[in-house]
């Protein structure tokens, strides 16, 4: 169980998926039928195999190429949204911003649909979570009794009820720790937090979601107790010690307001605030052609430059198939690729040269450079593809035996993106 624990919080700490997802990981019935069948095939003739559990590099493996596979995938399909050949890419519509450090942008409109060139905004001020700082109390005191206690949380659609027990020899951040864990898995739009001021003492403090404040409302959440209003006020709680605020800005010079720092104008253009752009206004419009095709060809190149750190650093210890496999793709088309602009590094990375891609795909062999590029975008894809089907395939193994060709059968219930793994009893 510790193993498992172990990778569990490895993808939780390094990829954090929540939060952290692209439009791109939701897919269609028909795509995922198509992976699940892949995986069917993989499993069917795939040998069984033993792996070291111990091995804490084995599972971090594993789950690189599994999450760089997917956000190499995912790239791809961006880059592909206008049609596979990355000469559409021409038509693309980007979206950029004269200071992405004040106000980041993206298109979200329709590639067809007219829209304003550019228009002007200044930050003048983020909008805010409400953010409840209880008292501080002894970390080690014990001001709470054994006891039965329950609070009340309203936010601006619902209220909750929420119950703890106070045990004998619970202090005070013991019981501070147990209302944050109780918050935060009942994901209720707050998060809880335990913090400190470094003088032995904790204070538990809550903070919204969401930011802002819809109209005619003064506050996201408040929390209530009848029965417990004293211990209630004595963690301090129900408190309001920074309000939720909406931002502010100004758009072509004429002053609005959003509940949040990410929101959409004219159904078009994608807009986060980072931070007050004191009087400073930032140009938001469309890159030119060629340097959008150059941005999406760095992303391909950032994307095939990621597996190979994952392989080559795997590889210090361990066998270097995947570094070798995924190296290959770049050798194998180094000449082409030179002649465009990208060269490849004794260590096996891509590097480009911007101008000379921006300049070849308007050039008298435009043709050329869009089909290698094109070669090169399939030839990651299906890396790609085979890396998240399957990759065990990559990782040391000891093999226990090979399936009899020809005459071996689909078994549905061990169908994984781990195929063939033998687990021992044991683990």
Do not use: C
């Not at 039928?33 to 095939?41: F, Q, S, V």
Request: hydrophobic share 35%.
């Amino acid at each position: 169980m510790a193993r498992i624990d172990a990778a569990y919080n490895y993808y939780l700490s390094t990829y954090n998926p929540r939060g952290n997802g692209s439009k791109y990981d939701i897919h269609k019935k028909s795509e995922l039928r198509a992976a699940y069948n892949n995986m069917l095939k993989t499993n069917k003739e795939s040998p069984l195999y033993k792996i070291n559990m111990d091995d804490g590099d084995l599972t971090r493996f594993a789950i690189d190429l599994k999450e760089n596979a997917r956000a190499a995938k995912n790239i791809i399909a961006e880059v592909s949204s206008n049609g596979d050949d990355m000469e559409s890419l021409l038509d693309k519509k980007v979206a950029a911003s004269s200071n992405d450090d004040l106000v980041s942008v993206s298109y979200v409109g329709d590639e067809n649909t007219q829209t304003s060139t550019s228009f002007n905004m200044s930050v003048e001020a983020l909008a805010t979570p409400q953010i409840n700082t209880g008292n501080f109390l002894n970390s080690n005191g014990y001001d709470f009794e054994e006891g039965h206690y329950s609070f009340d949380l309203n936010t601006t659609s619902n209220s909750f009820e929420f119950q703890f027990n106070v045990n004998i020899g619970d202090n005070n951040i013991d019981i501070q720790k147990k209302i944050a864990r109780l918050v935060n898995s009942s994901d209720v739009g707050l998060k809880a937090e335990v913090i400190s001021n470094g003088r032995d003492q904790s204070a538990l403090q809550l903070t919204s979601k969401n930011t802002g404040l819809p109209e005619g409302t003064d506050e996201l959440f408040s929390i209530e107790s009848s029965t417990s209003w004293s211990e209630i006020n004595r963690l301090g709680i129900n408190h309001t010690t920074s309000p939720a605020r909406n931002s502010s800005f100004t758009l072509n010079d004429t002053e609005h307001s959003s509940m949040s720092n990410t929101f959409t104008i004219n159904k078009a253009f994608e807009v986060t605030l980072h931070r007050p752009s004191n009087g400073q206004q930032v140009n938001v419009g469309f890159k030119t052609n060629t340097e959008a095709l150059a941005d999406s060809v760095g992303d391909l190149i950032k994307a095939y430059n990621n597996m190979v750190r994952i392989g080559a650093d795997y590889s210090n210890n361990h066998n270097n198939s995947y570094f070798n496999e995924m190296t290959a793709i770049g050798r194998s088309l180094s000449n082409q690729l030179s002649d465009i602009g990208i060269s490849i590094a004794d260590n096996g990375f891509l590097e480009m040269d911007r101008e000379a891609i921006q300049s070849g795909v308007t050039g008298a062999n435009r043709s050329d450079v869009f089909k290698t590029l094109n070669t090169f975008k399939h030839a990651l894809s299906n890396a790609a593809d085979k890396t998240s089907i399957n990759p065990m395939k990559y990782v040391d193994k000891l093999l226990v035996e090979y399936k009899n060709p020809g005459k071996n059968f689909t078994a549905i219930y061990a169908s994984s993106a781990y195929a063939g793994m033998l687990v021992d009893q044991a683990l």
